[in-house]
């Protein structure tokens, strides 16, 4: 699958890893991390696009946003920009933005960034409507 999106913003697939891909640009920090499930036709739409690196250290625990769209979910990570995923059911969703996690920290790690910290606290507020 090609991320028309990422690649029209000058990202060029730096490393792939099975359904995974690794982008790259000359001209702006980071790496993006894309996870699809390699029988999908997700476009850009579905994985949103989340293109500049952070920089921190030791992590354990992500906060991970997971919404449907309308050809199944997307997730992202906002504490590591760049690092998205996208299938057709929330189990496969789930599996691909672990293992692309993993993959972007590797990469930022390997290209010397620093990896950025969790978040620490999340909450949801019930109100009335």
């Not at 995974?20 to 696009?49: I, L, M, N, Y």
């Amino acid at each position: 699958m090609r991320i028309k999106l990422i690649e029209s913003d000058g990202w060029r697939l730096a490393w792939p890893r099975g359904s995974h891909r690794q982008d790259r640009q000359v001209t702006k920090p980071g790496t993006v991390t894309v996870a699809v499930h390699p029988s999908a036709d997700f476009g850009a739409e579905d994985c949103g696009v989340y293109t500049e690196a952070g920089r921190a250290e030791k992590m354990s625990r992500y906060t991970v946003f997971i919404e449907p769209t309308a050809t199944g979910y997307s997730a992202h990570v906002p504490d590591l920009p760049g690092c998205i995923a996208a299938a057709r059911n929330l189990e496969e969703t789930r599996q691909l933005i672990k293992e692309a996690i993993e993959f972007h920290i590797e990469a930022l790690r390997d290209n010397g960034d620093e990896v950025p910290l969790p978040t620490r606290h999340i909450e949801q507020i019930e109100v009335s409507a």
